[in-house]
Nanobody, 114 residues
Framework: QVQFVESGGGLVQPGGSLRLSCAAS????????MGWYRQAPGNQRELVAE???????NYADSVKGRFTISRDNVKRTLYLQMNSLQPEDTAVYYC????????WGQGTQVTVSS
């Protein structure tokens, strides 16, 4: 079955960096556009970064210039490099196939606080 396992979250001070990873299984990973999503308490889940199967990337305005999405099709892993983190980036981060409504993993918590 399709499974995504996110990791790499944690507590970081404002201005700090984290690198999230998402290990995919149960799909031919290289064929799919993928996305990183986040959900803060009381908010809807939002797409923050996406990457096509060809490597084209797109970002939400709120993270543009600070976050970088990448993928390793051999390792079937999706990455999100997050720099200059701010308290408003605090959320649970998830990866998934772009546009999917199922297959959500447990996510990884990112907390930005001094």
């Amino acid at each position: 079955q399709v499974q995504f396992v996110e990791s790499g979250g944690g507590l970081v001070q404002p201005g700090g960096s984290l690198r999230l990873s998402c290990a995919a299984s149960g799909i031919i990973f290289r064929l799919y556009a993928m996305g990183w999503y986040r959900q803060a308490p009381g908010n809807q889940r939002e797409l923050v970064a996406e990457i096509t199967n060809g490597g084209t990337t797109n970002y939400a305005d709120s993270v543009k210039g600070r976050f970088t999405i990448s993928r390793d099709n051999v390792k079937r892993t999706l990455y999100l490099q997050m720099n200059s983190l701010q308290p408003e980036d605090t959320a649970v981060y998830y990866c998934n196939i772009k546009g999917a409504t199922a297959f959500w993993g447990q996510g990884t918590q990112v907390t930005v606080s001094s």
